[in-house]
């Protein structure tokens, strides 16, 4: 069912580049950037787009990912939850051969060609810099995880993981801190760079600490001081 364009200005209004985003910018901005309705398991992104868009993810979720072209086996490389923004890096020509996305929820996505927002940059600059910041953070949350695919194991990878989970996408419940994406232990293992069984193996552990919980493949933060000890090489 198609938005009104009150309720896409809102969606809008909720991602953090667009706060500084006046009412009258919001509504341009929304007839500008049309909304895409994506089916479960739907591909939306491929190494043979060349469009340079940013991407608007209003509601569901999505998966960044990459596939080998020797054996086509598939890598995660993020998760990205409603109310953020990708492909930021198309933006500044920088091309990332063999990375797709697709929805894995049914989702509502926009994108914003390069000439909108640079229009939008130039009229309002505080939208630029919160986009220099967030391309500063992406490019640390890598640097991280390749630090830690050379310095941690794979518990204190998955803990460290499930750290950077629990604060973008944290519910509160009567069971604890909950990770608001479904993960299976395929897609974090693609994300630490482990085997499915490798990834049982670190959980059994987590559990065993009294750190986490996993209830129908919802994780929920038990102890937050064990899971960051953990993290940190600790046991």
Do not use: W
């Amino acid at each position: 069912m198609a938005m009104t364009l009150a309720q896409q200005m809102r969606l809008l209004a909720m991602v953090d580049i667009f706060e500084p985003l006046s009412p009258g910018e919001l509504e341009e901005l929304a007839q500008r950037a049309p909304d895409r309705h994506l089916q479960e398991g739907e591909t939306f992104l491929s190494p043979t787009d060349r469009e340079e868009r940013l991407y608007v993810l209003k509601v569901g979720q999505a998966q960044i990912y990459e596939v080998d072209p020797h054996n086509g086996k598939e890598s995660v490389l993020s998760v990205v939850e409603a109310g953020n923004i990708f492909g930021e890096m198309a933006l500044t020509a920088q091309r990332m051969p063999g990375v797709y996305a697709r929805a894995t929820k049914p989702s509502v996505l926009s994108y914003i060609g390069r000439k909108d927002l640079e229009r939008l940059i130039f009229s309002n600059p505080e939208v630029g810099l919160r986009l220099v910041r967030r391309l500063s953070e992406r490019l640390l949350e890598t640097e991280t995880r390749l630090a830690e695919f050379v310095s941690k194991d794979v518990a204190g990878r998955l803990a460290s993981t499930i750290v950077r989970l629990g604060a973008s996408e944290r519910v509160l419940t009567e069971a604890g801190i909950m990770v608001s994406g479904r993960y299976t232990n395929e897609q974090l293992g693609a994300l630490i760079g482990a085997k499915r069984v490798a990834v049982s193996r670190a959980f059994k552990l987590l559990r065993e600490a009294g750190a986490v919980e996993v209830k129908q493949r919802r994780i929920y933060v038990r102890d937050r001081e064990i899971l960051e000890r953990i993290a940190q090489g600790e046991r």
